[in-house]
């Protein structure tokens, strides 16, 4: 009895001693397929970490994204690893809000990560933040209505070539829209679209001296084209819609092309989901032949805050993650279509990968066309594709993007959103110092 | 015919009643008829037939877990309520039986703090919060709230205590009742409908403040606002287990409303009429 008694009295007292050992650290990210199956995935970091726990705690995007400015700022503490976006990563970095990621271990192999990615998340050569999925944009297209329409979509469209594609694809009433595009204002939605699509143009946010660029003619080129366009193509109440809405559009054949997100393309040619997963082609951003393409360059990555008492453990999960041994595991278990697109070089000469998923060269060429520095035919004092990384972006960007959004639906003309694009922009950079 | 008149007369009154009920629960009703489609019915437009497949039920239920925050809920809910009572009575109790020179200018000055949007002091409350180890805390976030929700209490208990006539106080005082037998025996008792109310409504407010219960929270002291915000997604499709998870939220607040609608009622139209 007294034997037994000891054991059990031991066993207790080794169980809370490992309890007092493990180190629990708290994950902040969003709601996307992605996240969610890596938070099934973590028996795997579990059992090679017996001595980390993970706590995770997932929010909606914005609300994410004001939760972990707010605790970084005031080093609060809350967070170990937080999914933070190429937007945010330049600019905390150059606050010191972020942590260097040099503990990643000696197989984490930095240089098989896309230079073009790696570049987003690097600040003077040091990378701040590892990405767990990289996108670019490209067109999604309905390869029997583009047959249908007598026209072959090329490799690398133009601009001119949609115009004509959508034009002959549009057939309303059998509710088909020749292109769907994003409307619904903010700076993460029409104006990733936009502003990605302004470069083809040779238009830019602001000149090497900040000064707004919105009364220029590549701007009034860049929203004339795009509001015609969905105004003869796009489909009803077109400024209400952002990635989801056109997503389910697409599924439901009810578009001829889209251009969107990279990372679209593994819903749209689903076949649980899709009604036409086996008719997509895809072709790279168009461009209007000034040497850049409409597509962007986003990673949503993992970073480790300033503030944290954990960094060790944050940097053994973070490497984790993004490892190769990681997107093995996904491909293990869930096959090589869900593995995170768009961070390794090495994923894309993956036979496998290639042959589950045949949007991969389309996708890595999309990224790897995207120079978050030179983003634009004309020099710029920026970094981002499809954004300004600067603080006041967030605010101004949705704001210009409610008056491009009105110019669609028709509220105000495409002069005047300009305009008051202007104005707004100037206001903003004159009140951030940036224009004295 | 008089009698005609007013039998059609509540027949549309009726009628104009069920209308603007319809409406204003609507919204919750299609959030639940929702919850029982599939992603691809939900973004597919109007629809109030669903397929009435549980899909998104179980997909929320094995994705966060519901129970957590819940209990969470529970306790963030009922311990600012009674941490507000605590404070309100009193302070609604001096208020109404013997009032000084600033008392309305106080009652307002209270109400103000009302008007102030929340966001205006996250970082005050943020840094308090973190310096006090509160962040992430249950007690932290249940004071909060009871801060909060303090002016709207101590208001309704206010004007319930000013229609108990002070004599009867008096009477008590004269029989030899102490200030606290005063509050205990004479003016709790008088004033329970008012406090019912007053309880259920601050409850109701506390389970759905849905700004600080998800800005000072992290893991441990989540409710289930923060189990809501989790479904919203960037990048695919989500209405359907949003709706899934509002539902499964909003449900429990719903039944106790539903029980408890009588006293609410009463107590929100107590001395309405004199």
Known sequence: MKLCTLTLGLLSASILAFAAHAESITIATVNN?????????????????????????????????????????????????????????????????????????????????????????????????????????????????????GLTMPDAPTWDFIKQAADKMTDRANGVNGVCLRGKAGWGENMAFLTAMSNSFGARW???????????????????????????????????????????????????????????????????????????????????????????????????????????????????????AYAELV????????????????????????????????????????DPTHPTVKPVPYVGVQFVAIPEFQGLGTTVGQLFSAALAGQTSVDDALKQAQDAATATMTEGGYIQ | MARAVSTQHKTIATAAAWIVALLVFFPILYTVITSFKSEQEAIQGFNLLPSGTMESYSQVEAQNGYFKFFLNSVFLAVGSTILALLVAIPAAWSMAFSPGKWTKDILMWMLST??????????????????????????????????????????????YFREIPGEILEAARMDGASLWKEIVYVLTPMAVPGIASTMLLNIILAWNEAFWTIRLTTTEAAPLTAFISSFSSPQGLFWAKLSAASTLAIAPILIMGWFSQKQLVRGLTFGAVK
Request: glycine letters at 8%; a negative charge; aromatic letters at 12%.
């Open chain 1, 33 to 149: 397929g992605d996240m969610v199956r890596m938070q099934k995935l973590t028996d795997d970091f579990t059992a090679k970490n017996p001595d980390i726990q993970l706590q995770w705690v997932t929010l909606e995007e914005n609300v994410l994204r004001e939760r972990v400015t707010t605790d970084i700022a005031t080093k609060g503490g809350q967070y170990d690893v937080m999914t933070i976006g190429t937007y945010e990563v330049p600019i905390w970095a150059k606050q010191s809000w972020l942590l260097p990621l040099d503990k990643l271990g000696d197989d984490y192999d930095v240089k098989d990560i896309i230079p073009a990615i790696a570049g987003g998340l690097s600040v003077d050569g040091t990378l701040y933040a590892a990405p767990f999925y990289g996108e670019s944009s490209f067109v999604m297209y309905r390869k029997d209505l583009m047959e249908k329409a």
């Open chain 1, 206 to 324: 602001f000149d090497e001296n900040w000064k707004p660029q919105f009364d220029q003619p590549e701007w009034k080129n860049t929203l004339q084209f795009y509001v015609d366009l969905m105004k003869a193509n796009g489909p009803e109440g077109a400024s209400s819609n952002g990635f989801n809405e056109n997503l389910a559009l697409f599924q439901q054949g009810k578009c001829g092309m889209w251009i969107d997100a990279t990372v679209a393309a593994s819903f749209v040619s689903d076949p649980k989901n899709s009604t036409v997963a086996d008719k997509v082609g895809y072709a790279l951003a168009p461009d209007n032949g000034l040497g850049k393409r409409g597509n962007w360059l986003w990673a949503w990555s993992l970073a480790i805050p300033a503030g944290t008492q954990k960094a060790d453990s944050a940097q053994k999960f973070v490497s984790w993650a993004t490892s190769k």
């Open chain 1, 331 to 370: 491909a293990s278990k869930e096959g090589w279509a869900n593995v995170p697109p768009g961070t390794r070089s090495s994923l894309y000469a993956n036979p496998e990968y290639q042959k589950a998923a045949p949007f991969a060269k389309m996708t890595l060429d999309s990224i790897n066309a995207a």
């Open chain 2, 114 to 159: 009302k008007m102030m949007p929340a966001v205006a002091v996250l970082f005050p409350i943020y840094l308090i919060f973190r310096d006090t180890g509160l962040l992430d805390s249950r007690i932290g976030l249940m004071i909060m709230l009871m801060l909060i929700n303090l002016p709207i209490v101590v208001w309704m208990l206010y004007t």
